[in-house]
């Protein structure tokens, strides 16, 4: 006889679930409050901080950028913070720079940190050794990281790491940080080395949890390595590629450290000026608080249009 | 104590705790300057930080003995690192409203701070009684921190550019040391016999980044009798034959002559450290580069000479000035900013003490004999005493600077906006010296259309 359903615990239908809580039976707030002390203290805490560290400077950054302060005096002026950032030359410069920066990223800090993954993880021995080897880098201090990039790799006479090796391959030499075309790709490379340490982590993690099967599968209809990476590997970690991707142009797209230290600032020509900087720039070194907070407005929606978009990723991730 | 009970103490702890730490940060300790005990009380900036024992020794001697002979004040001196001469760091406090009752900044500061709203107009205040030598100070220097014929700031230093160069480099190449470059050519001649020593010397280094290739562009520009703004401020006045000939004498140094070393894109710190390190023979710079040289950068002052900025074809037609003073914060009490001038009065405008204390300065590891600071006027009885007691108790050979002192070159002040057009004009700089086929034209059209940009956004 096949069960169908087990006796006692059928429910008769027609009576409408209580609504939640029941009315009679909710406790007061102080009584809620009480009982959930531990975790409104810790949320006591953490709302405040994001409230004095992260909301109330945006908000006043927003308000910032319609004022202007002459003599002390604050005064409203409108979208004239706007109109004149937009007119800077510097503007659209530090764009073209970020979204490049941006590019160069995701296509080497994005796809490096998923091949050495990807080798790592299909590595037989020494595979904990080399895992720490790649990961170190990310503790180094950043400005430790590029100084030694700026003094030792780029240097830009013959006596610099990367042009000794240029050299030694008998190819010809470069300026590095001070040639307008290669400070883009330089800052990256330095970038892509810093950080690539975490993403390997967050691969290797994301490729670990592939079911073997799949594997051993594909090498029974005999595929190769690119093959199962093809069929396999990507598209088992699509979300994960996905995501990382999504952040990756969020925090590239902020890119702030490089340019300051890598180029002194803003590079040959402002070849090496970023958004971020640009904002660091008219806030700190031309008296120009208000017209850095428009700029500072611009990118918030321009990053904020591609933090919907990873939290819409998350969410289908979930 | 149960562990539930313990987590929900630890738990209050540490929201009062985080309560209590943003709590103590927005409290103010402005207490109006005066104590119960009715001492006044000023908060004053740029105690030297903790790794120049001796400077700070000597200001934590300085307050001591002032306070001794002031037993009503009391003064509290601050140090946040470099803070001083870091203009995003001065910035952020003047934005922020946390700067010192009497506080620091350079002579480019003055819009900036008058816009801020921060400052206190102390044109009655000074005077000869508040100040005792306010008479021998320079007029040009209180002429720089005055705005609408008010005095916001007491000047306590001044410097002027010249030709910094290393005898030891100038020998090696058999230059004349005791006769240094006088025309921009004959800087590029001697910068292309130091530059052939090799071993990776920049016969003349240049900056250009971190604004500081802008500050020299000026002093540059300067030099061939140029400016940099219009008398009136309103338009930029360098994108002319003497702003491109500037341009042009350091791109041929650079690729034509290959005198100028490798690196470039320098600012402040990057030219001093290779200079301490042996590999400029020459920069323009102020006297005071050479005690950075020595304190910082590990140089000799032995090695270290200064002559007259060079001009183009002769003398300089001018040079670069500028300097530094103390601001009083808008609300201070007349007793605090009475208390506050004569500490300044003290510490920095009194010959024989503070900064001008050359007895105790001799056998420390500081300069004295440099021709710096220019604080006052020629002629006057306090530019008299500073200088013979700067004379007998000199350990530096002043021999260095004769060249320098003897040749005096007319001083200009920094333009308007200075630090915000500085910024802009090192992309003119920068573009000359990492670029072979720069094109000098397009770098100073591009520079003039962002200063004149910036001073229509700013008036």
């Known amino acids: 006889m096949a069960i169908t359903t087990a006796p006692g615990i059928t429910r008769k239908p027609g009576r409408p679930a209580p609504p939640y809580p029941p009315g009679p039976r909710r406790a007061s707030l102080g009584r809620r409050v009480r009982d959930n002390l531990t975790g409104h203290a810790f949320l006591i805490g953490a709302v405040t901080c994001f409230a004095f560290f992260s909301w109330y400077p945006m908000v006043r950054g927003v308000v910032m950028s319609f004022q202007r302060t002459r003599r002390g005096v604050t005064t409203w002026v409108g979208w004239d913070n706007y109109e004149r950032i937009l007119a800077d030359p510097s503007f659209w410069a530090a764009w073209k720079n970020t979204l490049y920066f941006t590019f160069l990223a995701l296509v080497l800090g994005y796809a490096v940190p998923f091949f050495v993954a990807v080798l790592l993880n299909e590595l037989r021995h020494a595979k904990g050794y080399l895992r720490i080897l790649v990961y170190l880098p990310v503790m180094l201090p950043p400005a430790s990281a590029l100084f030694l990039f700026k003094f030792y790799a780029y240097d830009p006479s013959d006596a610099g790491l990367f042009n000794s090796i240029l050299t030694a391959l008998h190819l010809p030499t470069s300026q590095w940080m001070q040639s307008a075309e290669m400070t883009m790709p330089a800052m990256v490379i330095a970038s892509t080395w810093m950080n690539m340490g975490g993403a390997v982590l967050i691969y290797l993690a994301a490729l670990q949890g592939i079911p073997g099967e799949l594997y051993e599968a594909a090498e029974l209809d005999g595929a190769g390595i690119w093959r199962r990476i093809r069929h396999v590997t990507i598209p088992q970690t699509r979300l994960i590629l996905a995501l990382l991707a999504m952040l990756q142009i969020v925090a590239t797209m902020q890119f702030f450290v490089e340019p300051l230290i890598l180029a002194n600032g803003t590079g040959t020509q402002d070849s090496a000026t970023s958004v971020a900087y640009l904002i660091y720039q008219h806030g700190f070194f031309q008296n120009d608080l208000n017209g850095a907070a428009a700029l500072g407005v611009i990118m918030l929606v321009v990053l904020a249009g591609f933090s919907a978009a990873y939290v819409r990723l998350s969410a289908k991730q979930d | ?459």
């Not at chain 2, 009752?101 to 508040?130: H, P, W």
């Not at chain 2, 304190?295 to 060079?310: E, N």
């Not at chain 2, 910024?423 to 059209?445: E, Q």
């Open chain 2, 1 to 459: 104590m149960s562990v539930p009970q313990y987590r929900r103490v630890a738990a209050m702890a540490l929201a009062a705790g985080l309560g209590l730490g943003l709590t103590a940060c927005s409290t103010k300790s402005d207490d109006g300057g005066t104590t119960a005990a009715g001492k006044v009380t000023i908060t004053v900036d740029c105690q030297p930080v903790g790794s120049q024992k001796e400077l700070l020794a000597n200001w934590n001697d300085d307050v001591a003995e002032f306070q001794r002979q002031n037993p009503d004040i009391v003064v509290k001196s601050v140090s946040v690192g470099e803070q001083c001469n870091n203009p995003p760091d001065f910035t952020a406090r003047l934005a922020g409203g946390t700067v010192t009752d009497v506080f620091y900044g350079y002579m480019t500061d003055l819009q900036q701070v008058l816009d801020s709203g921060q400052a206190m107009d102390v044109t009655e205040l000074v005077t000869k009684e508040t100040v005792p030598t306010w008479d021998s100070v320079d007029p040009a220097l209180k002429e720089a921190f005055s705005d609408g014929g008010k005095l916001y700031a007491v000047p306590v230093k001044n410097y002027s550019m010249g030709l910094v160069y290393n005898k030891v480099l100038f020998q090696q190449a058999g230059l004349d040391v005791n006769n240094p470059p006088r025309t921009w050519p004959e800087v590029r001649a001697a910068a292309k016999k130091i530059a052939a020593l090799g071993n990776g010397i920049a016969g003349y280094a240049e900056y250009s980044a971190g604004n500081t290739g802008g500050w020299h562009f000026t002093s540059l520009l300067y030099s061939q009798g140029g400016q940099i703004l219009t008398p009136d401020g309103k338009k930029a006045d360098f994108n002319n034959a003497l702003g491109k000939q500037v341009l042009q004498n350091l791109k041929d140094m650079r690729y034509g002559d290959n005198s100028m070393g490798a690196r470039q894109l320098l600012q402040w710190g990057d030219l001093l450290t290779n200079a301490g390190a042996g590999k400029v023979g020459m920069f323009v710079g102020a006297p005071d580069a050479t005690q950075a040289i020595v304190s910082q950068f590990q140089g000799r002052f032995q090695d270290w000479a200064m002559g007259p900025l060079p001009g183009q074809d002769g003398q300089a037609l001018g040079t670069l000035g500028g300097g530094e003073g103390y601001f009083f914060k808008k609300g201070l009490t007349p007793e605090q900013v009475e208390a506050g001038l004569k500490w300044i009065a003290y510490q920095k405008l009194t010959p024989g003490k503070g900064q001008f204390d050359y007895v105790r300065a001799k056998p420390q590891n500081y300069p004295v004999g440099l021709p710096q600071p220019l604080l006052f006027s020629n002629g006057s009885d306090a530019q008299k005493q500073e200088l013979a007691l700067r004379k007998a108790n000199a350990n530096v050979d002043t021999a260095n600077f004769a060249a320098f002192e003897t040749n005096p070159v007319p001083i200009k002040g920094e333009p308007r906006n200075a630090q915000a057009i500085y910024a802009v004009l090192d992309a003119a700089m920068s573009g000359v010296l990492t670029n072979p086929n720069a094109n000098i034209d397009a770098l100073l059209k591009t520079a003039e259309d962002k200063v004149n940009q910036l001073l229509a956004t700013q008036s």
